[in-house]
């Protein structure tokens, strides 16, 4: 009985001992430097960090002490409005980041699917702002109020500490005051933002002295028929407008694009061939430019032709602003020729600086008349990739290539050539003659087969192919199959066994 009753004792004992254990291994975390739980916190979500505040007086705002927050709202929740928590969440911020002097290296915060008064977005925009935060992205994603058209009725403040910003503010006018400043913000991207007009775009933009990246990506631009984007700084500037922005011109040609920044490096511009873009002051030592025109018109025949003029005549104009160009893509509707539009090569500068041009392949059709009249303007030109595909370089006359002044740049600097799309017709096998023998300085000749079914060469027969050219040249010729054709081939040898 006694050796019984000695025994509970010990594991009584052993209990009580480890649950004091247990205790001070629960005071061990709160017990450390508070850095070190700030640091422990930055690896939680935002939103499981916030969760810490309710395990004790000392966790409470703990969470404030974070340099990076993530708010992403991905669904509703009953009886509860996303930005109401937001709201709460941002006063707390407010209030304590006056206690503490901590700098704020990012703020996301992401709402979609909810719909929010102007009145609310000013407030949590201004009240961010007012952060010391670095970089501040506030996105409402729903493209379901696109149309809405709500107005911001005050505008919103600026930061003197913010060096990036990202404004998604889909239905939203935005109303900048000229009081407006940014006077560190390096970096602007506005996504579908709609302007009223043109002030507000000239007062936002001179409010931000230091910009050295600016993304204009689906904006609305409202009783504007000039948007003028003239900054100094800027480094990096890229453009993407489709049709929907002017739903307001019922005239093409009434909107144009001013872009006035002398030490421009890269310009992205994806755009309706509505929109006209003009470069004052052109860059005297542009890096790269992506020029992309997508082609929208009615299918009738008049129409179709004062748009295809009017593409043809903004290619040229943007083009003529690009003369120092190192890098040069052009896509889509770009480099277009027709019927329908004259011959404006002849307007072109040269590009003195060009030593690598990309013809994409969604690139249309167009001569090798006017493909060579464009070479004419590259004398320093040393990579060239080149789309053939099916029909895109059409026949403008019954003597070949034979028949064309051969470009300076093919004979003197060309040293790479990539061809994408071969299908391996007589006029694909005339255009690659005519480099093997013009291309004296040739280096790199690689071409990439199509993976059309109406290509008359594939991975079967590749050795006829490479018969028809040898002896020619200097260089040897690299044949590759476009990754699309290899998970074909793929497919067929693990299926069919061939």
Known sequence: MFEKKKKIEEISSSMVSNNASIKRHKHMISDLPDNVLVHILSFLSTKDAIKTSILSTKWRYLWTYLSVFDFRFFYYQKNRNPSHSLLDVVATLLEKSKDHLIEIKRITVRIPQV????????????????????????????????????????????????????????????????????????????????????????????????????????????????????????????????????????????????????????????????????????????????????????????????YEEYLSRCAVVLLSGLASVKYLTLSNDTFQESPYVNDRFHLLPKFHNLTHLCLDSDICSFSRTSFTKFLLKCPKLEVLVFPLGSGILRQDDNHGWKSIPVPRCIKSSLKKLHITDFCGYSWDIQFVEFFLENATVLEKFQISLSCSPLSKYNWKNLADLKNQFVGMGSCDIKFRLAKSAIKMQNFCKKCYGF
């Not at 930061?159 to 407006?180: D, E, F, R, V, W």
């Open 115 to 306: 719909t929010l008064n102007a009145d609310k977005v000013t407030f949590l925009v201004t009240s961010l702002l007012s952060l010391k935060v670095q970089d501040l992205e506030f996105s409402i994603e729903d493209l379901r109020y696109l149309n809405a058209r709500r107005e911001l009725p005050l505008g919103f403040s600026g930061s003197y500490l913010l060096s990036k910003l990202t404004l998604n503010l889909t239905g939203y006018t935005l109303n900048i005051s000229n009081a407006i400043q940014f006077p560190s913000l390096k970096t602007l991207n506005l996504k579908y933002a709609t302007f009223p007009n043109e002030e507000s775009v000239e007062e936002f933009f001179s409010g931000c002295p230091r910009l050295e990246e600016l993304t204009l990506i689906n904006c609305y631009w409202l009783h504007i028929q000039k948007l003028t984007i003239a900054i100094s700084t800027l480094r990096k500037l890229t453009i993407h407008f489709n049709h929907y922005c002017l739903q307001h011109c019922d005239d093409f040609d009434k909107f144009s694009v001013k872009i006035d920044a002398v030490n421009l490096l890269s310009l992205t511009c994806t755009s309706d061939p509505t929109i006209q873009f003009v470069i004052v002051n052109p860059p005297t030592s542009m890096l790269d430019a992506y020029i992309a025109f997508s082609l929208h018109f009615p299918w009738d025949d008049r129409t179709h032709a004062l």
